[in-house]
């Protein structure tokens, strides 16, 4: 039996996300872009010390900052297969327009939205 380097499932890079309000970030990763929950470990005062989100095929990492580790804004892209769609329920989801979906010099159409923890999610949907 051979033992693999990582766990079943998991890509091999994974984006580790410190942000302001774990919590809240997971659940607008629920609700904008289909993610499912995996694993989370609060500490005694309920933040989050690291938790797992599975969306699509990747699983992404997620923390509440603390002295050690302030939060830090990041920019992650994501494929999906209705750009509009999405854009729209994580608007909905509570997130804030940083550019609607446009189609530019390349094949994907591509919006952007950011979070409540500091994240900023470019949706994008391939069209050619």
Excluded: C
């Amino acid at each position: 039996m051979t033992i693999s380097y990582k766990p079943e499932g998991y890509s091999t890079v994974s984006p580790y996300l410190i942000v302001h309000g774990a919590a809240d970030t997971i659940a607008f990763l629920v609700q904008a872009l289909d993610a499912v929950e995996l694993r989370r470990f609060p500490d005694p005062d309920g933040r989050i010390m690291h938790a797992e989100v599975r969306i699509g095929e990747s699983v992404v990492m997620i923390a509440d900052g603390n002295e050690a580790w302030p939060p830090l804004p990041a920019n992650v892209h994501i494929y999906v297969p209705d750009v509009d769609a999405t854009y729209q329920r994580a608007l909905v989801a509570g997130g804030t327009s940083v550019q609607e979906p446009v189609q530019k010099q390349d094949e994907d159409k591509r919006g952007g939205v950011k979070d409540a923890g500091g994240t900023t999610w470019w949706i994008a949907t391939k069209l050619a």
